[in-house]
């Protein structure tokens, strides 16, 4: 029998529409407002609200690829993975290109090689022929291109001195000309870009170790400025498309970087006393051998532009081995590596060249929690069984780390 309450609810609901009776009836409404609750909770947890980080602006899908490769290593729920990005690597199929391409890779992006082969090779990349994630195009930067990406790594530009003074003109269009275009793509597509500038930036430095707020001392005429000149110019249009455009930009200044895939003969010092040292030639030290370097390997190099590229922070920054090394001390590690009979060499030292050269890579620390972790001497034995593979031919000793 119902008492006197519930007869007096029923005449009250009697005169509501019968949908919100129906809701009214039997508690709906109370397991209706506890489902919402219970699922606005689980998409707080799982997608936490993450306030606005960090100078650049960032697009949507670039927050979401840097969330997940910034948020710490560890299981990622199921259904929750790191989007793939599409990625395009300028001079990919260099020395220092095709590691990167070998991390990203790994990582499970998609990727672009756009080279015109003129110091790189198609062996580099060679082990990824076939993966449907990776391309490679022969193309030359200096022309525009159109791709739909995410991010634009340009290293595409001749690095050693050998190479870059084979033809200025050319080096400096594909400083200028070249950085341009892909900054127009960068522009066109919403891509996120970095540009590989380089401790060359510097000249011959008045300042040391080198900070990145130090402006330089280069000549501006001088036999190597198509390649210095070229990538200040570079730096200054990455800027401009930055602070006029909005567009997303990365800087890294690099310092000397060997490895395996190195070009054999390509005139960089490393190269050169590795090469020599092999084919019992003397080591050539120009000058009185006092200038000294950093020497920074692939593979510490290749992490912190990752890291540049999905962090925060548009730089420029210092990516280099703060290790300073004479060029005699560096034959030494090299006859100690290869041949303790290695001979040297004096030559009259080459215009232009630096005379001490080393980067103060605090920002780097700071900022990206990056500095290099491989030394000289355990980097040089896995660039030394590289060369011997490649000028022997001995298939057994190439590794990397
Ligand atoms: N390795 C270092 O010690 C070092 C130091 C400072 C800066 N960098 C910079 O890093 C980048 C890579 O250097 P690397 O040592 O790998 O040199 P690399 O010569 O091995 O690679 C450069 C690549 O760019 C390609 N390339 C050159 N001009 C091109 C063009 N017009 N169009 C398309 N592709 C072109 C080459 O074929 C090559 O594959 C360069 O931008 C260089 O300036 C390197």
């Not at 960089?268 to 092999?278: E, G, H, I, M, Y």
Request: proline share 6%; charged share 25%.
């Amino acid at each position: 029998m119902a008492t006197t309450s519930t007869r007096s609810t029923m005449r009250r609901t009697a005169k509501l529409p019968s949908f919100i009776n129906y809701i009214l009836g039997h508690h709906r409404l109370t397991f209706l407002l506890a489902g919402v609750l219970v699922s606005s909770l689980t998409l707080h947890l799982v997608f936490p609200t993450q306030p606005p980080t960090g100078s650049a602006p960032s697009t949507r899908r670039v927050l979401l690829a840097q969330s997940n490769v910034v948020a710490p290593r560890g299981r990622v729920p199921l259904g929750l993975r790191r989007k793939p990005l599409r990625v395009v690597v300028t001079g990919g199929a260099g020395f220092v290109g095709s590691h990167l391409v070998d991390r990203l890779m790994e990582r499970g992006d998609s990727v672009i090689v756009v080279d015109n082969f003129f110091t790189g090779r198609k062996d580099n990349v060679v082990h990824h022929f076939g993966n449907p994630r990776f391309e490679l195009i022969r193309h030359d930067v200096v022309e525009p291109i159109l791709l739909e990406v995410d991010q634009i790594y340009h290293l595409a530009c001749p690095a050693s001195p050998v190479h870059y003074k084979f033809n200025p003109v050319k080096t400096i269009k594909t400083n200028v000309v070249g950085t341009l275009n892909m900054l127009g793509l960068a522009k066109r597509v919403g891509a996120r870009f970095l540009l590989t500038s380089t401790s060359e930036v510097y000249g011959d430095p008045l300042q040391h170790p080198q900070a990145e707020t130090y402006w330089g001392n280069v000549n501006p005429i001088g036999v190597r400025s198509c390649y210095d000149e070229g990538k200040r110019t570079a730096e200054t249009l990455a800027m401009d498309y930055h602070r006029g455009l909005g567009i997303e930009v990365r800087i890294a200044r690099i310092f000397n970087t060997y490895g395996p895939r190195m070009c054999i003969d390509d005139g960089r010092v490393v190269s050169n006393f590795v090469a020599q040292a092999l084919r019992k030639e003397p080591l050539t030290v120009y000058g009185d051998g006092k200038q000294t370097r950093s020497f920074q390997y692939v593979s510490d190099l290749v992490e912190g532009l990752m890291r540049l590229m999905e962090g925060d922070h548009v730089g420029p920054f210092n990516l280099g081995n703060p290790g300073e090394f004479t060029m005699l001390e560096l034959a030494e590690v090299v006859q100690e590596t290869i041949d303790s009979n290695a001979k040297i060499e004096f030559r009259p030292n080459t215009e232009d060249d630096p005379h001490k050269r080393k980067p103060d890579i605090s920002k780097a620390k700071e900022l990206l929690g990056w500095e290099p972790t491989i030394s000289l001497h355990k980097g040089l034995p896995l660039m030394v069984s590289d060369f011997r593979k490649r000028i022997f031919g001995d298939e057994n000793s190439a590794k990397t780390i």
